[in-house]
């Protein structure tokens, strides 16, 4: 969306460039000419496109697919790019989406040399409070937030329980991106399923008298109603 999407129109003829967009299509091309526009045939950002030779179409949540070679390559290089001497102590945690136990195993598949602490389905509050908590060197929670299963993805907390801002993100990813990894290694970690006892004496510690008053109870709260 935005910007990138102008890039169709500046790639060179003896090149073979292949250009994905979010919303379901793969190998588009420059914008039509007046008067050729599609309707059906339409970027992410809602602008005319054409299709080159062989290009193909597909739902637009197989556009965020993660494979499970994928998820194992991203737990690899996720251990190796905190560069810790000693066992790394990760805790992790899922929201309510099927997806996310697909997630979780391809992601442990990957790690090494860590104790990891799992909370199971847990809400992306709990996860930060376990992790700072338990004295973890990260927390991983798999959740897609407010958005459907196909953007199903990973959010990283750093040992004090906070989300990690833009700066430490990218230098993060460009840690993980010179990373290669191996197709066979030991795969070495712990996992100790815990639960969240701490999390909930923290909030009933800290909640009001409920007394003499009418509670409305959403049901729908995703995880942490799980």
Same mark, same amino acid.
């Given at each position: 969306?935005?910007?990138?999407?102008?890039?169709?129109?500046?790639?060179?003829?003896?090149?073979?460039?292949?250009?994905?967009?979010?919303?379901?299509?793969?190998?588009?091309?420059?914008?039509?000419?007046?008067?050729?526009?599609?309707?059906?045939?339409?970027?992410?950002?809602?602008?005319?496109?054409?299709?080159? *030779?062989? #290009?193909? $179409?597909?739902?637009? @949540?197989?556009?965020?697919?993660?494979?499970?070679? !994928?998820?194992?390559? &991203? %737990?690899?290089?996720?251990?190796?790019?905190?560069?810790?001497?000693?066992?790394?102590?990760?805790?992790?945690?899922?929201?309510?989406? *099927?997806? #996310?136990? $697909?997630?979780?195993? @391809?992601?442990?598949?990957?790690?090494?040399?860590? !104790?990891?602490?799992? &909370? %199971?389905?847990?809400?992306?509050?709990?996860?930060?409070?376990?992790?700072?908590?338990?004295?973890?060197?990260?927390?991983?929670?798999?959740?897609?937030?407010?958005?459907?299963?196909?953007?199903?993805?990973?959010?990283?907390?750093?040992?004090?329980?906070?989300? &990690?801002?833009?700066?430490?993100?990218?230098?993060?990813?460009?840690?993980?991106?010179?990373?290669?990894?191996?197709?066979?290694?030991?795969?070495?970690?712990?996992?100790?399923?815990?639960?969240?006892?701490?999390?909930?004496?923290?909030?009933?510690?800290?909640?009001?008298?409920?007394?003499?008053?009418?509670?409305?109870?959403?049901?729908?709260?995703?995880?942490?109603?799980?």
């Amino acid at each position: 969306i935005g910007l990138p999407t102008k890039i169709a129109s500046y790639l060179p003829v003896d090149k073979d460039v292949f250009l994905h967009s979010e919303n379901g299509l793969l190998a588009f091309g420059p914008p039509p000419s007046a008067g050729d526009e599609d309707p059906e045939l339409i970027n992410a950002g809602k602008e005319f496109v054409t299709m080159l *030779k062989g #290009g193909a $179409f597909f739902h637009h @949540g197989d556009s965020f697919a993660m494979t499970d070679q !994928e998820m194992r390559s &991203l %737990g690899y290089k996720f251990a190796l790019a905190l560069n810790q001497p000693r066992k790394l102590k990760i805790v992790i945690g899922r929201d309510t989406r *099927k997806n #996310g136990t $697909f997630l979780r195993e @391809g992601f442990l598949a990957g790690l090494n040399n860590a !104790e990891v602490f799992d &909370l %199971g389905i847990a809400s992306t509050p709990c996860i930060a409070f376990m992790t700072k908590e338990l004295s973890a060197d990260f927390g991983v929670v798999f959740t897609a937030s407010h958005n459907p299963p196909s953007y199903n993805g990973i959010k990283v907390f750093n040992q004090f329980g906070q989300k &990690l801002n833009k700066n430490q993100e990218d230098k993060f990813e460009e840690k993980m991106q010179n990373i290669d990894v191996p197709t066979n290694y030991e795969n070495q970690i712990q996992v100790h399923k815990i639960k969240a006892k701490k999390y909930i004496e923290k909030i009933t510690q800290n909640a009001p008298v409920l007394s003499n008053m009418e509670i409305a109870i959403d049901v729908s709260g995703g995880a942490s109603e799980a």
